[in-house]
Protein backbone atom coordinates (compact mmCIF):
# COMPACT_ATOMS: atom_id res chain seq x y z
CA UNK A 1 0.00 0.00 0.00
CA UNK A 2 1.34 3.56 -0.87
CA UNK A 3 0.08 6.43 0.42
CA UNK A 4 0.89 10.44 -0.02
CA UNK A 5 0.73 13.09 2.85
CA UNK A 6 0.96 16.62 2.32
CA UNK A 7 1.98 19.28 4.59
CA UNK A 8 2.53 22.97 4.13
CA UNK A 9 -0.84 24.60 3.24
CA UNK A 10 -2.29 27.99 4.43
CA UNK A 11 -3.26 31.25 4.51
CA UNK A 12 -0.79 33.88 3.00
CA UNK A 13 -1.30 37.57 1.77
CA UNK A 14 -0.30 38.48 -1.83
CA UNK A 15 3.01 38.52 -2.96
CA UNK A 16 3.56 36.05 -0.03
CA UNK A 17 5.35 32.53 -0.13
CA UNK A 18 4.29 29.17 0.94
CA UNK A 19 6.64 25.51 0.65
CA UNK A 20 4.63 22.02 0.02
CA UNK A 21 5.75 18.97 0.81
CA UNK A 22 4.36 15.81 -0.21
CA UNK A 23 6.22 12.32 1.59
CA UNK A 24 5.44 8.91 -0.08
CA UNK A 25 5.62 5.62 1.94
CA UNK A 26 4.86 2.04 1.80
CA UNK A 27 5.74 -0.22 -0.75
CA UNK A 28 7.97 1.98 -3.44
CA UNK A 29 10.32 0.72 -5.91
CA UNK A 30 10.78 3.72 -7.67
CA UNK A 31 8.56 6.77 -8.73
CA UNK A 32 8.18 7.75 -11.88
CA UNK A 33 6.63 11.22 -12.70
CA UNK A 34 5.58 13.63 -9.62
CA UNK A 35 3.70 16.68 -9.34
CA UNK A 36 1.21 18.69 -8.48
CA UNK A 37 -2.73 19.33 -9.29
CA UNK A 38 -4.73 22.21 -8.01
CA UNK A 39 -8.54 22.65 -7.84
CA UNK A 40 -10.53 26.57 -7.07
CA UNK A 41 -14.25 26.04 -6.29
CA UNK A 42 -16.22 25.55 -9.10
CA UNK A 43 -13.33 24.98 -11.38
CA UNK A 44 -12.11 21.68 -12.77
CA UNK A 45 -8.74 20.14 -11.40
CA UNK A 46 -5.85 21.74 -13.41
CA UNK A 47 -1.83 20.77 -13.45
CA UNK A 48 0.51 23.11 -12.23
CA UNK A 49 3.75 21.40 -12.36
CA UNK A 50 5.37 18.19 -12.69
CA UNK A 51 8.91 16.61 -12.66
CA UNK A 52 10.57 13.60 -14.19
CA UNK A 53 12.59 10.96 -12.16
CA UNK A 54 15.36 12.36 -13.50
CA UNK A 55 14.62 16.49 -12.41
CA UNK A 56 12.98 17.61 -15.37
CA UNK A 57 10.19 19.87 -14.62
CA UNK A 58 7.43 21.56 -16.67
CA UNK A 59 4.75 24.06 -15.30
CA UNK A 60 1.52 25.41 -16.43
CA UNK A 61 1.88 28.61 -17.95
CA UNK A 62 0.68 31.03 -15.19
CA UNK A 63 2.83 29.71 -12.30
CA UNK A 64 6.59 30.13 -14.74
CA UNK A 65 8.91 31.88 -13.16
CA UNK A 66 6.97 31.90 -9.87
CA UNK A 67 6.76 28.77 -8.40
CA UNK A 68 9.47 25.79 -8.82
CA UNK A 69 8.72 22.00 -8.42
CA UNK A 70 11.49 19.68 -6.99
CA UNK A 71 11.97 16.20 -5.37
CA UNK A 72 14.58 13.96 -3.25
CA UNK A 73 14.29 10.72 -4.48
CA UNK A 74 16.24 9.59 -1.50
CA UNK A 75 13.03 10.77 0.42
CA UNK A 76 10.38 9.74 -1.86
CA UNK A 77 9.46 13.41 -1.59
CA UNK A 78 8.65 15.99 -3.58
CA UNK A 79 8.02 19.69 -3.21
CA UNK A 80 6.27 22.90 -4.38
CA UNK A 81 7.94 26.29 -3.58
CA UNK A 82 5.32 28.99 -4.34
CA UNK A 83 6.22 32.75 -4.15
CA UNK A 84 4.54 35.87 -5.28
CA UNK A 85 1.44 34.20 -4.90
CA UNK A 86 -1.83 35.85 -6.10
CA UNK A 87 -5.60 35.82 -5.22
CA UNK A 88 -6.19 33.27 -8.10
CA UNK A 89 -3.72 30.61 -6.79
CA UNK A 90 -6.22 29.82 -3.79
CA UNK A 91 -7.10 25.98 -4.55
CA UNK A 92 -7.01 23.09 -2.92
CA UNK A 93 -3.78 21.78 -4.42
CA UNK A 94 -3.01 17.56 -4.73
CA UNK A 95 0.19 16.05 -4.92
CA UNK A 96 0.82 12.71 -7.45
CA UNK A 97 3.36 9.88 -7.92
CA UNK A 98 3.34 7.67 -10.76
CA UNK A 99 4.07 4.64 -9.24
CA UNK A 100 4.48 1.14 -11.16
CA UNK A 101 2.35 2.57 -13.67
CA UNK A 102 -0.57 4.06 -11.51
CA UNK A 103 -0.98 7.31 -10.12
CA UNK A 104 -1.49 7.79 -6.05
CA UNK A 105 -2.88 10.74 -4.90
CA UNK A 106 -2.12 13.21 -1.40
CA UNK A 107 -5.37 14.04 0.12
CA UNK A 108 -4.88 18.13 -0.62
CA UNK A 109 -3.92 21.21 1.40
CA UNK A 110 -5.40 24.23 1.05
CA UNK A 111 -3.57 27.24 0.05
CA UNK A 112 -5.38 30.35 0.34
CA UNK A 113 -4.18 34.10 -0.86
CA UNK A 114 -6.18 36.89 0.96
CA UNK A 115 -5.46 40.03 2.54
Known amino acids: QVQLVESGGGLVQPGGSLRLSCAAS????????MGWYRQAPGKPRELVARITARGSPTYDDSVKDRFTISRDNGKNTEYLQMSSLKPEDTAVYYC?????????WGQGTQVTVSS
Open 26 to 33: GSIFGIYD
Open 96 to 104: YALIARRNY
